[in-house]
């Protein structure tokens, strides 16, 4: 068994650099969710393997070996044992949660709290610059809707002036030339 590590002491960078995509999904490795479990990435497999039908496919998933070789790639040298040949299972969320109740230890449990937690916090993040991002859109909508009717009124002024610069015809009452 390894050493437990204390779910406080583990900063949320941590577990948030341990967060990967794949098929659109945000998930944790296998073997990063063993490390702050606190037991052996073999033990973890072992009980998802026996209580598999907890772990339906949007919970849980194998990397095919594309996906594997790609993680592999992004780590130029693997240390020995540290990343398995046999491509890794990929948890959401939702199957990190499960794995804390298949796994039942109290550190299994504390760190899975913390894990959704970050994951909650990541998720408020994404949806607060969503909504950032719509209130620059409609500002930015205001601005070009101003600019035009700017346009719109230097246009008039324009033509307003063009309008003086022509001489006005005479109104009124004509006299000829010989009563004058």
């Given at each position: 068994m390894k ?31 063993a490390e ?98 719509l209130e ?45």
């Amino acid at each position: 068994m390894k050493e437990e590590i204390s779910p406080a002491i583990i900063p949320n960078e941590v577990i948030i650099n341990k967060i990967y995509l794949f098929r659109g999904v945000k998930v944790m490795l296998d073997s990063d969710l063993a490390e702050l479990f606190g037991v052996e990435t073999k033990r973890l497999k072992e009980q998802v393997r026996r209580n598999i039908e907890r772990f339906p496919e949007h919970f849980m998933f194998e990397l095919t070996k594309e996906e594997n070789d790609v993680l592999r790639s992004q780590f130029a040298t693997l240390r020995h044992g540290q990343h398995s040949k046999y491509p890794p299972f990929a948890f959401s969320e939702h199957g990190i949660l499960q794995l804390s109740n298949v796994l039942k230890s109290k550190q299994a449990i504390e760190v899975s709290i913390k894990i959704i937690d970050v994951f909650v916090q990541l998720r408020t993040m994404v949806l607060s610059n969503t909504e950032i991002r719509l209130e620059v859109e409609k500002i930015k909508k205001k601005v070009d809707n101003q600019d035009k009717n700017i346009e719109v009124i230097f246009r008039y002024f324009d033509e307003l002036l063009e309008q003086k610069a022509q001489p006005r015809k005479e109104i009124g009452y004509k006299i000829s030339e010989e009563k004058k």
